[in-house]
């Protein structure tokens, strides 16, 4: 499963791509408002120096033919932007034109599986089924994925699945046991998936033992 971080801050990614385990970014307006960016194709392009692994920009524009000038634009800006564009009948058609041009899109704001099966039949590249906020309005969210995932393989639809709107360990672990393509993770959640007491407290312990010994005069 390739993970992606869910973010904005330059930061972040950095830290993320430290780790060794950056595959892409995806970005939406919420995310670059909370870096308190209203144009976002700097921090775009800024992103893509980042990583060689697809960069998710959002449309704004909500017509099909505005969708398409503003996703081209975008598209423009590297060769490894995906544009988003929100799952609308809008965006279907903006979708189907853009993947005709070979222009990779991700289809964001998916919450049922039928969604995710026009968004395969429409030629994108991506489809972001949003569990965590299935799961706050009391749905399942990776049952969702989990319907999605049948259907896409039923009819080997290339279209790769990114769990989105992850708000935990266990989303994560659930994406990669169900076998989802990618799974986007916010940074907070990314360090959560290191961490184990249990880890801490042995490392505490070899390190107490290794002292004990390293301290004591060598015996002749
Ligand atoms: C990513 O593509 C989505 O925009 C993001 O995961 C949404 O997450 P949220 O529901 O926490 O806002």
């Known amino acids: 499963m ?11 990614i950095k830290t993320c791509a430290s780790y060794g385990f950056l595959d892409g ?8 408002a909370k870096e308190g960016i209203s144009d976002q194709r700097e921090r775009i392009k800024a992103i893509c120096g980042l990583t060689d692994g697809p960069v998710s920009a959002e449309v704004l524009a909500t017509e099909a033919p505005d969708m398409i000038k503003e996703a081209k634009e975008l598209a423009a800006i590297a060769p490894n932007v995906a544009v988003k564009l929100p799952l609308t009948m809008p965006g279907l058609t903006a979708t189907k034109a853009l993947a005709d041009d070979d222009v990779a899109v991700n289809l964001t704001l998916v919450f049922t599986p039928l969604q995710a099966l026009l968004a395969a039949k429409a030629g994108a590249a991506f489809v972001s089924p949003f569990v965590g906020r299935l799961d706050d309005i009391g749905s399942d969210g990776m049952a969702m994925v989990g319907d999605i995932i049948s259907i896409y393989t039923e009819y080997a639809f290339e279209t790769e699945i990114i769990v989105a709107s992850v708000r ?49 005069p060598a015996a002749h």
């Open 168 to 216: 935990s360990p266990q989303h994560v672990l659930k994406a990669a046991l169900m076998g989802a393509d990618i799974c986007t993770i916010p940074f907070s959640v990314i360090g959560q998936l290191a961490a184990h007491p249990l880890t801490d407290k042995g490392l505490a312990a070899f390190l107490a033992d290794h002292r004990k010994v390293a301290e004591k």
């Open 2 to 12: 390739k993970f992606f971080i869910d973010t904005a801050n330059l930061e972040e």
């Open 25 to 32: 970014v995806t970005t939406n307006p919420s995310l670059m």
